[in-house]
């Protein structure tokens, strides 16, 4: 698996959707395949992106540093901090908390912003590990729209309990991140099939990262193992036609696949399936299939496991990650990663790194997802249903009602698009 292991190492570091870091990996990208005979295009998208900066609490004689969420920087505030042990006391907050700052273990869901903002909270710290990580965390672009964005930082858990002491004292909170516009980068592989068809299979994995995380497992894993995939079909062409996409954006609420399906509306008619490799490289993992779509091929997937002797736990369910996109507009999408180590356990951290990443973890998953489309993409007839399960649906539905988007914004009517149809 040399080829996974070197493009992850040419990649590795900070990659923030649409900065340079991210076009310096989406270059290396192509140059990489076009050393291979793959040509690869690329296709940029406008989105909102944090570079959130440092996060710094001041207390009296204290000093806590931390990471400021994503869209909500820069900020500077201060005001009376209040410690709250669950997010559904948020509910029992009123206006005699109006300018306080509130320390919680996990943060509000979405559809409390709006009421912590009403009430006057002037910014929220939480504590969303408890291994003495800090974690990478972004609100949604809608709620800028929607103006309840409130300034956010995630500290350690050590750090917190040094401000639990402080509860009722004033402090000051600091993101001296910068939020903009910008234009980020997909990288578009066409592998078109030996026999004459408009069916196509397609496989997609993000390689933008967190601020902060080199994105080792999450994901060059993934971008690793497309990566050999690209290289075998391009010597092994099949029936069908191939699709392989590198989005960006993944982290930042699955902008580039979004962006693609609104782009792409007549090219989607002709997709029968995808598969999806988000989080990978675990040496002491457990591989995971989870499909987004129907029972059909998730008996597809567990018989060609078995009938290859590859270990893998198939379930059928919604999973946070490109395949969502593409789910909403009725394709099926098997799911694959490989998790349960320390290349997994530190996702969305500064500890997601090469250090933790081994070769030998990626033989069996490269084999199996190469042998699972070869075997798609040369049947004879379609054994994939283009068909999305009426359960599935309703969870794909309430995933991004909780996200903040409504249906027909998922792939339509995008943000800081000239034209949507």
């Not at 690793?224 to 930042?252: A, C, D, Q």
């Not at 990663?337 to 030998?360: L, Q």
Request: proline share 3%.
């Amino acid at each position: 698996m040399r080829s996974a292991i070197k493009i992850m190492n040419e990649i590795k570091g900070v990659r923030i959707a649409g900065t340079d870091a991210e076009k310096n990996a989406a270059n290396k990208i192509v140059r990489f395949l076009g050393k291979k005979g793959v040509k690869a295009k690329k296709e940029f998208f406008p989105m909102l992106v944090s570079d959130t900066g440092d996060g710094i609490i001041k207390v009296k004689n204290v000093i806590v540093k931390g990471i400021p969420y994503g869209l909500t920087v820069p900020y500077k505030i201060n005001g009376k901090l209040i410690c709250i042990d669950s997010i559904s006391e948020v509910m029992n907050l009123s206006n005699k908390n109006k300018n306080a700052i509130i320390l919680t273990r996990e943060r509000p869901k979405m559809s409390q912003f709006k009421k912590l903002k009403k009430i006057g909270i002037k910014g929220i710290i939480t504590i969303v590990r408890f291994d003495g990580n800090i974690s990478s965390q972004h609100l949604s672009q809608h709620m800028i729209k929607d103006r309840s964005v409130i300034p956010m930082m995630d500290i350690s858990f050590d750090d917190a309990i040094k401000l639990r002491y402080q509860t009722g004292q004033k402090i000051i909170m600091t993101g001296n991140g910068k939020t903009f516009k910008t234009k980020a980068t997909n990288i578009i592989v066409n592998m078109k099939g030996k026999k004459k068809t408009n069916e196509t299979f397609i496989v997609v994995g993000h390689y933008d990262t967190v601020p902060y995380s080199p994105g080792a497992a999450d994901n060059g894993g993934g971008i690793g193992v497309i990566t050999e995939m690209i290289e075998y079909f391009h010597k092994n062409p099949v029936k069908r036609n191939l699709i392989f996409i590198m989005f960006s954006g993944e982290e930042w609420g699955l902008w580039g696949s979004r962006h693609y399906c609104n782009k792409h509306k007549k090219e989607l008619k002709n997709i029968i399936g995808g598969l999806n490799v988000d989080v990978a490289g675990d040496v002491l993992g457990v591989n995971r299939g989870i499909i987004t779509g129907n029972k059909r091929l998730m008996h597809t997937v567990r018989d060609i496991a078995d009938f290859n002797g590859f270990p893998i736990t198939v379930s059928e369910d919604i999973y946070s990650s490109d395949n969502m996109s593409f789910a909403h507009n009725g394709i099926p999408f098997l799911n694959i990663c490989r998790a349960g180590g320390k290349p997994s356990v530190f996702i969305h951290t500064k500890n997601d790194k090469m250090s933790y990443i081994d070769e030998e973890s990626f033989e069996d998953i490269v084999n199996f997802v190469i042998m699972f489309t070869e075997k798609i993409g040369n049947a004879e007839r379609n054994i994939i249903e283009r068909k999305i399960d009426d359960n599935m649906k309703k969870k794909i539905s309430e995933y991004f009602k909780k996200k903040g988007t409504d249906s027909e914004q998922v792939t339509n009517n995008l943000p800081y698009l000239k034209k949507n149809k």
